[in-house]
């Protein structure tokens, strides 16, 4: 059975196509043979998430019932060196493809490198398709490891702009089965295995099947919520045209709070920039998983990343600044405690740079000799008001201040002490958008969250969006897996207005992680597929890189994973309990020298932390909200709880006694 997966009418799907007929023509019957014996998935356009590279034209994945040959058209030899002339056995195959339309007169050959001509907005020049294609390889077998299968990944680059091409490793636009098989086997050292050679991936059927049972041969469909957010992106409006209009020559900053569309705005400029201009971007987090989020919903888009066409990359930050200082030999690779010296070797990097021990020359250098990681015309920062100073100095330096769009949340910070983007760069080279309104809420959620911030004496206003109205809030007392009805109720509803289960946002306290075989693992994931539902659990790193790739997957998150991102119906169990992990956290760390100064008390300095940090996740839905708290007695408890209660027109309490209206105070110590 061959299954091609992807979008028709790309020059990537065409070479899936043309690549199944080749193996349909080789192997007789392969296209009726029961996938149980014999299956080849081939995926055009894959996305990758989270790897140096993120685009591959295509992936072949296949594994070939016994007495599968073919003869060799060109030179093959194994790995003593020794010149092969008999038929060669296939038995898997995992292969990366890349494609390439150029003509005769934009491809260069050096010895066994292809070197093809590229244009992005007003750059031109060459590069190295042969070095893009073993990229992709690599990419690829990480990405297979991460997933716990280990498998030889091959490679081809498919030139269908030239007629025939002999180099090892690519073909040309007219080949069929052997000479594709030829190509492949040609790039690589084949096996002698008993009397035959053979070509091969994996060394076991089973390890194979599981690899074409990965998430990375799921089609990406949209859901209702994505082609909006889709649409948001893709549409002009007043204020993304001023910031558009802006970039490279101003730094500029969004600065509102959660929800009030700072990250659908830069995402707007970025995808303008790449589609009028040809420009590449590169948007830099420190969430996990809005990295994913952003990952997937430019993968819908069909916004390429590669340096040839321009596009967008999404990258965490950490992983971004890692490179560049390896790059720079400030560390090795080697190196274990980067993440404990990470400041210092930020400093270090940033005096090298300003004592010009690093030059521009040499920051060049670095963009081109790997241009698919450093390369871009334009940064966005997301939340810009949660980087350390020496972080802030040395992008700038990279890349130039007026090339930056960053998104300040105000007051939603979580690693320490507010940087100064704006230092160093004249008054005339910057930008401030403020952003009041509330985008992204209905009214009710709006008023809620501003209910909260009132009673709490939080720095937290927006304007309610009084076009987008409803919103409804239930407060249960007891774990959220212990409501299934209630569950139910919430996806049915979720469904009734158009929506999936992808648009469903979990989060949930350190307390209901756990690890298993290796894996993080939340008690609410365990619960659903007990149930039979599917499940995206973020809460472990390795899943959490890549992004879900089904609509009726239930996504799961930590709380301090939940900046960014969103849902049409968001769950946030055992809130008070992450409450108290927050002001426990906060006080534990003591009061700082200018607090001590001040006389400011700890238990206060840490309560209101803790409510700076609820008020992120309590922000992330669209139409509901759900707040189950594990002890109806706490301080949390009892005051959110007292805030509801006079906004009973669209909060429920479920599983609540009535309690008389009194004030909840905590006993500082």
Not at 254 to 270: D, E, N, P, S, V
Request: proline share 3%.
């Amino acid at each position: 059975m061959i299954e091609i997966i992807g979008e028709s009418g790309t020059s990537e799907y065409e070479a899936a196509i043309a690549i199944a007929n080749a193996l349909k023509e080789q192997f007789t019957g392969i296209d009726k043979t029961p996938a149980s014996e014999e299956l080849v998935k081939i995926i055009a356009s894959a996305k990758l998430s989270g790897y140096c590279v993120s685009d591959i034209d295509v992936v072949v994945c296949a594994h070939f019932r016994d007495k599968r040959y073919f003869k060799p058209t060109r030179l093959l030899k194994d790995k003593n060196g020794k010149r092969i002339d008999k038929p060669v056995k296939v038995e898997n195959l995992v292969l990366a493809v890349e494609v390439k339309d150029h003509d005769e007169s934009k491809v260069a050959f050096n010895g066994d490198n292809i070197l093809v001509s590229y244009t992005r907005g007003a750059k031109q020049g060459q590069k190295s398709a042969t070095d893009q294609n073993i990229k992709q390889l690599h990419a690829l077998s990480g990405y297979f490891k991460d997933h716990g299968h280990e498998t030889f990944v091959h490679r081809c680059l498919f030139m269908r702009g030239l007629h025939r091409i002999r180099i090892p490793g690519a073909i040309g636009c007219s080949f069929d089965g052997k000479d594709f098989l030829s190509a492949v086997a040609a790039a690589t050292q084949l096996m002698h295995i008993g009397q035959n050679y053979v070509l091969r991936s994996v060394t076991n059927e089973t390890t194979l099947k599981q690899i074409q049972n990965s998430p990375l041969f799921n089609l990406v469909v949209p859901s209702a919520l994505d082609r909006r957010r889709m649409d948001l992106i893709t549409t002009t409006t007043k204020e993304s045209s001023s910031l558009f209009s802006e970039l490279g020559n101003k730094m500029v900053c969004l600065r509102g709070h959660g929800g009030t569309g700072k990250t659908i705005m830069f995402l707007q400029a970025a995808w303008k920039a790449f589609n009028e201009e040809g420009k590449r971007s590169v948007v830099l987090t420190y969430n996990h998983a809005l990295a994913a989020d952003i990952r997937r919903l430019l993968t819908l888009l069909r916004i390429p990343t590669d340096p040839d066409q321009g596009g967008v990359v999404v990258s965490t930050v950490m992983s971004f600044i890692y490179r560049w200082l390896t790059k720079f030999e400030v560390i090795d690779q080697t190196e274990d405690d980067f993440l404990d010296n990470y400041g210092i070797h930020c400093s270090t990097a940033l005096d090298m740079l300003t004592g010009k021990a690093i030059t521009e020359e040499d920051i060049d250098a670095v963009r081109n000799s790997d241009d698919d990681t450093f390369d871009f015309d334009l940064i966005f920062i997301d939340e810009a008001q949660d980087w350390p100073q020496a972080e802030v100095e040395l992008v700038k330096q990279l890349y130039g201040s007026t090339n930056f769009c960053i998104a300040d949340g105000i007051d939603q910070m979580i690693r320490g002490e507010r940087p100064e983007w704006s230092r160093g760069v004249p008054k005339e080279a910057r930008k401030l958008l403020p952003l009041k309104k509330c985008l992204r809420m209905k009214r009710n959620l709006s008023v809620f969250i501003n209910a909260i911030a009132n009673a709490n004496r939080l720095p937290w206003q927006v304007e309610p969006n009084n076009l987008a109205g409803g919103g409804k809030v239930k407060l249960l007392l007891t774990p959220y897996a212990n409501n299934m009805a209630l569950h139910q109720n919430l996806l049915d509803s979720a469904k009734h207005s158009g929506n999936d289960e992808i648009d469903f946002l979990f989060c949930v306290p350190p307390s209901m992680v756990k690890e298993v075989g290796g894996r993080k693992v939340s008690r609410i994931s365990e619960v659903f597929s007990e149930q039979g539902f599917q499940v995206w659990d973020g809460v472990d790193g390795t899943l959490r890189k890549d992004f879900p790739r089904q609509k009726r997957q239930f996504r799961v998150v930590q709380y301090a994973s939940t900046r960014g991102l969103e849902g049409w119906t968001v769950i946030l169990d055992g809130l008070d309990e992450y409450w108290e992990y927050c002001f426990q956290r906060r006080k534990g760390q003591g009061l700082t020298s200018g607090q001590e100064l001040a006389f400011e008390e700890i238990d206060e300095v840490a309560e209101l932390y803790a409510w700076q940090q609820v008020v992120i996740p309590l922000t992330r839905p669209i139409d509901t909200l759900v707040v189950t708290l594990y002890n109806e007695q706490s301080y949390f408890s009892k005051k959110l709880l007292e805030i509801s209660h006079g906004l009973s027109e669209f909060v429920d309490t479920i599983n609540g006694k009535p309690r008389q209206h009194c004030c909840p105070s905590r006993v500082f110590e």
